[in-house]
């Protein structure tokens, strides 16, 4: 299942997985792959050729530049993993 906010702007070349949500007001650029349950929030830029893996929140107002494959929670400008994905 695949969940968009409202005024996303996403390239035609994204690759989704299983279980995506994108909060409102997101840009993903050409060649971004998104696992399986992902949470993006509000307001996040996906860089070109980014990879997000399975089990990853991507915070709001968050820039991510470089792959965030690491099950857990990341954020920031640019973005950096803060903790670990503990499935409850």
Do not use: Q
């Amino acid at each position: 299942m695949l969940e968009l906010g409202l005024s996303n702007l996403i390239h035609p070349s994204w690759i989704h997985g299983e279980n995506v949500t994108i909060g409102n007001f997101c840009i993903i650029e050409e060649n971004v792959i998104i696992g399986n349950n992902v949470k993006i929030e509000n307001y996040v830029l996906l860089k070109k050729g980014t990879r997000i893996g399975d089990n990853v929140v991507i915070d709001s107002m968050t820039y991510v530049t470089k792959d965030c494959l690491e099950a857990g929670f990341y954020f920031g400008n640019p973005a950096r993993f803060f903790k670990k994905y503990s499935g409850e």
